[in-house]
């Protein structure tokens, strides 16, 4: 199949899927009639999209946790926790590691040994092990929408099985889910990959059921400008798209500072609806999603505690239709249901003091707007020129130029050139450019930001800077300071 | 005085990349030779990039919560493929949730690891033992 | 004595010196000399006024918790725990309630009992039973400024005995410390009350030795117009400098709502500067406090943690010279050293993070100062045509006219006619404008604010409304809709 | 019927005036006579106003942390001013600090309340019980 933007063929789609539904016993599970029924007959409030559109139309903003253990029974008590001790209006399940990289016997090992010591020996649910019943006793035992949350490269039987399971979300994306989260895997092979997992979510539009789909805006959550994660997120909107999904939640991750974050989360939906209008695509519900922080947190539970409000005031005073909230126990390990509850209480304590206010439009928002459309145009642009209007091929050759790089990447088909810095208001902006096609005026811009960081600090602007900014709020501050 | 060799790497199908990228940095900083497997790294790859190398020490990193299943075993296949008495440390957040270290550390000690660290160490702190255990004078 | 704002002459204040000095046991102890000395032999980082200064000039936000517990050891245990794991810019002492009414034999069984029964049996430290040795063994004990934070209608024992115990900052004054904490105690008598405490510190500047004051701003803590607050604020102001006073921290509790609480601590130090300047008064070093939320809390304390951060991001991004933390226990009782630490660190989480952030200047800021400065001014200029240009005079009148008004204060010398309640928005708006002598163009914009809300709400605005207002915060909110 | 009178105040030094003026409002609501005596109330004075009043409760608050000192003894004083059997509630946050309520009940019932409620009971809850207590029907 050679790679393109266009809708995949049926028949290429049937025989990919012969050979996905084979790759784990639990593949013959799936019956995509039966699998439409049962979306049908869910009601209303068990469905994501029906409930984005709810939140989008009042102007609220929804939380959600992440949250997944290795076994069914803990798995859902969690999620029941989460929903009537934490207050989320959306719930997740969080795939673990082995998934993820599509080893199933070490996640069916790591059940087992889970069985054993009596407590979660995985980092999330291992769905494609557990099966497509066991997915819709999940779906059956909450009440708010489910979506499955991950990291997986090839995703294409997670989404079977989990859509087949009644989950009416799925995260992910062939860019998102590859460059943070792989080494070896080329961006050709997950965008097609991504495609098989759209299509399918087009067949169930095409049957009458909603599925929303998010790509994972934070990538790689280190210090990403916001004109890099608009880019993907663009892309993988368009992606999605052109393969029949209708209902898209584009996400982005904090960087800190308040204005660039508003900025960044009003940008996002203006771009993805400008992009879909011109390459000529359907009308899209466009929802956003914002991630409180998700670099390194600090260790202190109070000082986490500051984070996690920090991200829940930047999400309701830019209006985010959700935000996917952090816990106090983010910088030590996986969360106990408890910390998970309390760090969306204290969320939606925010949201709620928050929600009837705004953050008025003035020169610096303008500015910050102006500068990230401007950017993430440069990119799209490029882009699509690379692929002569085709944006899956323009993605993969920009991938290769370095025109769209993401920051500390572990895949190798990312050029990892670029670096960005704080700059002394804590917004981030570019120390080293790479391959980025940006003008003379906005290189400028951004040296001109870090230049005056280095004068306030005595020093010249360099990778100890970059260091510095990593570490800086998991050490209680948002820029950086050289250590005195 | 001679240059040791230490190989750094992200054990499992672990992707956390940015702890790995600082590592290297101030390893190679404090005056190490640095090899650096990188994220997604199997207990394999470890041993033959010591062996080719010649390393003095392997610096297991995991973060994401599988390390106890991930490590577990290392220090064996050391000693099958002749590097048996091969400094190894580890690191980053070993566990899945947030445990009592002093009971982490013991597991891993008892996993043959020379070195076991909290979440959030900071290299520094490594590279003191490194030039402890590797008898280099500073 | 006869009212007046002029300084009080050195016959009456020694007059007064012996009777206070004379209220209890521990008056002995003070030596005016021995104290001077004392105060100049501390290390300047000891000293309020200073370490106030620097936060002024280089615009960082300081951060300062309330504590304070029956027996000397315990105390002191307390405020190094705050500052070493807390990281308290600031210390405080709060004092206990039976020594703010001058019961100092209660507090002497409260003493007692506490040592019986091994817990604190006071909600504070009783400073005038401990005398003055005991204040130095506190202010030696710590290595941050420590103030006196009271709610004391007659404080003059307890300023004697804490000066010269080598504190150097003292919260209240003849408005704020009596309409909130009193019930019978005329506005005329704590006002020379207070002149005596601030003569007092006259006495300490003539003889070089630097006593910061502090009205206190956030009066009942509930729902209090800031034009209210800062009316105060400034007639306390000109009180304290009439009488030698030559720093002050003005404060102000938050409201809630972004724009007006950064709005209001703007506008203080700007109409505290033009009525000292108005009124001929020398230059005084004015700063600022901001108060978290001071009414009701939520119980949980996750909540409670998220209403920390909302009140530490507002005064971050309002400048506040410094923030009084609340803590994660507030909703229950006194609290613990570590909760209280941990209220502490959210807060400084959050002001590191902020400290280089700003909100730009906008037309609803804008707006916002203009009203709280045309009613403070409106308020203001009839104290001093109600005193004939003497504001002690006018003070007095201005009360039993309804003129000022503070909602909620136990004092029958609060006329307590008007009532507050938040616009739809969240800002505290005035739903009956009692006597305050507001011109109608302000009473409309009022009034249409809160219509607004009633229609959002469908009802019309009542003391329901109000009433769901008070409990709101503690429920969740910000704005007390409706129960459903 | 009969309408019942309540004593309404807040006990000994404490000035916490909010809660005292809704519970005000809110049992007036609910068809009591309410009589108020406000904050910085002993507790001869609420013996007085019950006596004066021929209440049917005395309902004392304390917010301040005092409380467990304030409200000694008022059952005694009751008894020898001959209202000894009168209702006595007592709410508010009545002890120093966050105690468990279970004990901090236990203690206040031992001094002779007969009801006692824990930080942040909402009116409601009380106006149900002198209900109750004092046989009204709905
Ligand atoms: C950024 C991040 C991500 C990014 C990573 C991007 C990338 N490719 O690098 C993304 C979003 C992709 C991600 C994904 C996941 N993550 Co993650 N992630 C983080 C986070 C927030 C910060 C990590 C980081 O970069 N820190 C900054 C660097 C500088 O610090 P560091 O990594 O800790 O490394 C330093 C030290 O630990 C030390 N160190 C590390 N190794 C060693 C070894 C030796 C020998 C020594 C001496 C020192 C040492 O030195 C390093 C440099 O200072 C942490 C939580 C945190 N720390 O706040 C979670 C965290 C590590 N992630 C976690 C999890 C579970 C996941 C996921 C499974 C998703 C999920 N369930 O949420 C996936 C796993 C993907 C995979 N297959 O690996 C968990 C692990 C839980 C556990 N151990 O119990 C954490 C702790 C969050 C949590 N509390 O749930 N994550
Ligand atoms: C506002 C407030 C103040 C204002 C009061 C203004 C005024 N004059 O009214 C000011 C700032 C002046 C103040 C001062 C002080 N306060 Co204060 N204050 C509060 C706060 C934040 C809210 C109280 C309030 O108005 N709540 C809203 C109303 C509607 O609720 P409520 O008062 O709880 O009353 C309701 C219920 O409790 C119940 N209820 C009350 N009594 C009764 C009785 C019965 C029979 C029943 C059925 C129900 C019932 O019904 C009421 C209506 O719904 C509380 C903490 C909190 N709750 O969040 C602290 C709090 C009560 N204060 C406290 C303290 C210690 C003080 C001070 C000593 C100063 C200090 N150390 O910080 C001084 C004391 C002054 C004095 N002498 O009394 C402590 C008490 C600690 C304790 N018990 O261990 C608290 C709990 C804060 C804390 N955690 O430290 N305070």
């Known amino acids: 199949m050679e790679l393109t933007v266009k809708q995949m063929d049926r028949e290429e789609f049937e025989r990919q899927r012969q050979e996905v539904l084979a790759q784990w016993p639990t593949g013959k599970e799936v019956n995509f009639e039966d699998a ?26 929804y939380a959600q946790p992440r949250a997944g253990v290795a076994l069914i029974n803990e798995h859902i008590e ?41 407590r979660s020996m995985l980092n999330g649910f291992p769905a494609v092990n557990h099966g497509v019943s066991a997915c819709r006793r999940v779906v059956e035992s909450v009440k708010a929408p489910v979506q499955v949350r991950h990291g997986t490269p090839d995703g294409r ?21 590859n460059i943070p989260y792989a080494k070896d895997v080329s961006i050709e092979s997950t965008i097609k990959y991504w495609q098989y997992v759209d299509r399918l979510i087009g067949l169930y539009e095409e049957h009458g059921v909603k599925i929303n789909r998010e790509p994972f805006g934070p990538l790689t959550g280190t210090l990403v400008p916001p004109c890099i994660s608009h880019a993907v997120a663009v892309v993988e909107a368009v992606l999605a798209v052109a393969q029949g999904v209708k209902s898209v939640t584009l996400g982005y991750g904090q960087c800190g500072n308040l204005i660039q974050d508003v900025a960044a989360l009003r940008t996002l939906p203006v771009l993805a609806e400008e992009y879909l209008n011109k390459l000529g695509y359907p009308e899209t519900m466009i929802t956003t999603v914002f991630h409180q922080w998700m670099g390194g947190f600090p260790q202190d539970e109070a000082k986490a505690y500051g984070v996690i409000s920090w991200g829940a005031t930047a999400a309701a005073l830019g209006k985010a239709t959700k935000v996917i ?14 910390a998970n509850a309390a760090g969306l209480r204290t969320t939606k304590q925010i949201l709620n003091m928050l929600k009837d206010q705004t953050l008025p439009m003035t020169d610096d928002m303008a500015l910050e707007q102006n500068i990230i459309l401007s950017e993430a145009r440069l990119i799209l642009d490029r882009i699509l020129e690379f692929g002569e209007g085709d944006i899956a091929v323009g993605t993969v050759r920009a991938f290769q130029a370095g025109t769209i790089d993401v920051p500390f990447a572990p895949s190798r088909f990312n050029a990892g050139k670029i670096l960005p810095a704080r700059d002394t208001q804590g917004a981030v902006r570019l120390l080293d450019f790479g391959n980025l096609p940006f003008t003379d005026d906005i290189k400028e811009f ?18 100890q800077m970059v260091i510095d900014d990593i570490y800086a709020i998991g050490k209680g501050m948002l820029v950086g300071r050289p250590r005195s | 005085m001679e240059q040791k060799t230490l190989v750094l790497g992200v054990i499992g199908a672990d992707v956390h990349a940015v702890g790995n990228r600082i590592l290297v940095y101030a390893f190679t900083q404090a005056g190490f030779k640095v090899v650096n497997i990188g ?55 070993l566990v899945v949730g947030k445990q009592d270290f002093t009971s982490v550390e013991a597991r891993f000690k008892a996993m043959g690891y020379n070195r076991v660290y909290p979440p959030g160490t900071m290299p520094e702190v490594a590279v003191e033992h490194l030039r402890q255990d590797l008898g280099i004078s500073k």
Chains 1, 3 share one sequence.
């Open chain 1, 446 to 463: 951004h040296k001109e930001r870090i230049a005056k960081r280095g004068r306030d600090e005595g020093r010249d602007p360099s990778f």
């Open chain 2, 39 to 93: 994220v997604l790294a199997s207990q394999e790859e470890f041993i033959r990039a010591a062996i080719e190398t010649g390393a003095d020490a392997i610096l297991v990193s995991s973060l994401y919560g599988h390390g106890e299943m991930d490590c577990r075993g290392l220090r064996e296949k050391c000693q099958e493929s002749g590097i048996g008495d091969i400094l190894l440390y580890a690191g980053g957040n």
């Open chain 1, 36 to 61: 439409v029924a049962y979306h049908k007959a869910l009601p209303k409030s068990k469905i994501f999209a029906e409930k984005l559109a709810e939140g989008k139309a009042s102007g609220i903003t």
């Open chain 1, 325 to 338: 909230v952090k816990t106090p126990h983010e910088a030590l390990g996986i969360p106990t249901k408890e």
């Open chain 1, 157 to 177: 039987l997670l989404a079977e099985i989990t859509l087949a399971g009644g989950f009416t979300d799925y995260e992910g994306g062939g860019i998102s889910y």
């Open chain 1, 78 to 118: 969690l999620l029941r926790y989460l929903q009537d001790e934490g207050g989320a209006d959306f719930l997740p399940t969080t795939i673990d590691s082995y998934t993820r990289q599509n080893r199933y016997k070490e996640a069916q090992a790591g059940i087992e040994e889970s069985r054993v010591v009596g």
